[in-house]
């Protein structure tokens, strides 16, 4: 089984207003039509794409599937839907011998259903997503309500509404147009067209309030929260104060480190490029570079954030905990955080500094030294 993709995307869409037509306007940073070929491209079982377009709109196309990285094969529509689903038929790759047929403006199709189609195809000629009717159904006139109308058998149908390709062909060379859908083309050639499990958000984008609703269903699936976790150590050495998060302590021993050896700005640092999978503090600022001998650690802190931004993500909250049996970190830890919070650019109580003793016990017991463990989480969108 091979199967080709066809979004049908002539249309102008003139309901939902706007300066281009709404399978070119703009869904959460993309292009609607970019978003529905990007879900379709990445699906492993369809082996090709085939848009097929407004003869006008080269231009908006081009710049909807920029920087996708996808293959497309373009055809121009025509007047009708049905002529336009005849034209992306005619243009499919050789090979092809199954067909998913699919509304350009739903953007938000997910795999599982994309598997649902195909899967039916194997004992079907046709298969399409549909959702149960569950609200009362009312027929009605001048503005009243005339009588009940039964739900019961009743669906709400979906796309993409799959094929194969032989049938489908034949089924709208025969029809003489104006279906509604592929479904109704294909009924009318006798072929059986299997129900599958629909998916509420894969909503066809209508009218403008459409896109809100998309805006929502898309930052719920877009949504990757990440957890990293940053641990340092740091012992002391001959001196007269320790930088702990960006804030100078006063003590009777200072911190060994190539930087400043900021202990806890350290373990804050290293896990958000923990969260992001992105190495640590050595391999982005090595110790073996003399350029960073005594550098202040803001400087590191400042480089995760930014990669962090630069991906998408945001800062929900760090969690640093400092362990030490001296200097005492309580009557600094107010301060310490309003200046982590600042170089971070979080609210403060997305910023957590604590501190324990380890009870005498260990190097930190000894007072060797000071360790920190931080966790960092970190939302996109």
Known sequence: MTVTAIIVAAGRGTRVGGDRPKQYQE???????????G??????RIAGLVAVLHPEDEDLFAEAIDGLGISVTTVAGGATRDASVQAGLAAVPPGTTRVL?????RPLVSSALVDRVIDALETNPGAAPALPVTDALWRGAD??????????????????QGFHLDAIRAAHAAHPGGAADDVEVALAAGLDVAIVEGDEDNLKITHKQDFARAERVLREKDMDIRTGNGFDVHA????????LCGVKVPHD???KGHSDADVGMHAVTDAIYGALA?????????????????????IFLKHAVGRAAERGYRIAHADLT?????????????????????LMGVDLDRMSIKATTSEQLGFTGREEGIAALATVTLVRP
């Open 322 to 342: 400092l362990i030490c049996e001296r200097p005492k970190i309580g009557p600094v830890a107010g301060t310490m955080r309003e200046e982590m919070a600042r």
């Open 101 to 105: 047929i699919h509304d350009g403006a």
């Open 278 to 298: 992105d190495g640590d503090i050595g391999q982005h600022f090595p110790p073996s570079d003399p350029q960073w001998k005594g550098a202040a650690s803001d």
């Open 236 to 243: 002391f050495c001959e001196g007269d104060g320790v930088i």
């Open 253 to 255: 021993k200072a911190l």
């Open 143 to 160: 503005g009243r309500v005339q009588a009940p109308h039964p739900r019961d058998g009743l669906f709400r149908a979906q796309t993409p």
């Open 27 to 37: 869904l959460g940073g993309r292009a609607v039509l970019g978003r529905t070929l």
């Open 39 to 44: 879900a379709l491209s990445a699906h492993p």
